[in-house]
């Protein structure tokens, strides 16, 4: 049994004392938290859930296609350069100022020919990364050599390590809208609570992020990395609470409450800041820390209105779906993929002035 499981009942003690508190504070006259509402939190739980199952089944999944030992391998690539030439040649024809059949077909092609080449782009990429750089591969060829043990200094320096590593990594998750799409689940309930921080992604198969197995090219054992991992998630289940205000001298070293809630908020001043895992630091040394100085509305920029599992983990990727189809050109395609969550082609921005004209 890992760190995680046995935490696992204390998470659920802690949202029955959290709800407690908040409905006493809400008798009371003090209407400054949101609290629970019964759908949001079956939600929160459910993708909970999903996010430990769903990476074993993409496993199984992604193995037939993996790099190196994959049956399909060289199947998947071959589909999707097929889909970008034949994209490209889409592209070409489509410009033509005539109506011939050609054209015709080359319009109609070009939305899931584009689409077929990015899908298979993302998962060709994703899974070769995951393959070259797991702490576990990058151990045995060249880590153990300079095995670090499992003293305290270890310890502390892989704690400290898969912070600084997360920090970035979950920095660019709101960077790039292609890892958005699977860390935008997390950000998705409109209420903040212990069971928001149980509401995570369910697709990082699919993503590419800086690895943690750069901790065992230094010499940190894989077992003690996964640790760390553990013990970075169970910190931040805490600091997901309205509970709980400012904690005074603390708030300048250590992520808590109060700096995670402005990281959920959707106020312009809040948005992509506080990214920090335990250590707030990071944040103050790379210039994305921003203090909690007004009431906090959580959510989306954009909310997506719905309490289904199904749709609040595949909400974006629909919508990339749909960006990615209507793109006429690879700039585009890419921007919509790799780009900011917020960014938008020319050619989309001019239809928005058109459209306010």
């Known amino acids: 049994m890992n760190l995680i499981d046995l935490a696992t009942p204390g998470f659920f003690a802690a949202m029955g004392v959290e709800n407690t508190v908040l409905k006493k504070r809400a008798s009371a006259g003090d209407t400054s938290a949101l609290g629970y509402e019964r759908k949001d939190t079956l939600a929160s739980l459910a993708m909970g859930t999903a996010s430990l199952y769903a990476p074993l089944a993409f496993a199984k999944l992604l193995a037939p296609v993996q790099p190196g030992k994959g049956k399909y391998r060289k199947g998947l690539v071959g589909v999707t350069l097929a889909a970008a030439a034949m994209t490209t040649a889409a592209d070409v024809l489509a410009r033509r100022d005539d109506d011939s059949k050609l054209t015709r ?16 782009g993302v998962v060709a990429s994703s899974t070769a990364w995951a393959a070259k750089t797991s702490a576990k591969r990058i151990w045995e060829s060249t880590g153990s050599k300079r095995d670090l043990g499992t003293g305290i200094a270890a310890t502390a320096g892989a704690l400290v390590a898969w912070d600084f590593i997360y920090y970035w ?26 069971s928001t921080a149980l509401r995570q992604g369910v697709a990082e198969s699919f993503g590419m992020f800086v690895p943690y197995g750069l901790m065992a090219f230094a010499g940190i054992r894989p077992s003690l990395i996964e640790t760390s991992r553990a013990l970075n998630l169970i910190y931040q289940f805490w600091i997901h609470t309205e509970a709980i205000d400012t904690l005074g001298p ?57 309490f289904n599992p199904v749709r609040i983990a595949s909400h974006e990727y629909r919508d990339i779906i749909g960006d990615v189809a209507k793109a006429t050109n690879w700039r585009d395609r890419l921007g919509h993929v790799l780009r900011g969550p917020g960014w938008k082609s020319s050619a989309s921005r001019v239809i928005d002035v058109e459209i306010a004209a």
């Not at 077909?105 to 298979?120: D, E, N, Q, T």
């Not at 998750?173 to 903040?192: G, K, P």
């Open 169 to 194: 990594n979950h920095r660019i998750q709101h960077e790039s809208r292609w890892l958005w799409a699977i860390h935008v689940v997390h950000h998705s309930s409109e209420r903040y609570n212990l």
């Open 250 to 306: 603390f708030e300048g070293v250590l992520n808590t409450p109060s700096h995670h809630r402005a990281h959920h908020g959707t106020n312009p001043q809040y948005l992509d800041r506080n990214h920090g895992g335990i250590l707030i630091i990071w944040d103050r040394m790379f210039g994305t820390f921003t203090r909690e100085d007004e009431r906090v509305v959580y959510g989306l920029t954009k909310n997506i209105d719905t």
């Open 105 to 120: 077909w080359a319009r109609k092609v070009r939305p899931s020919a584009s689409v077929a080449a990015v899908a298979g």
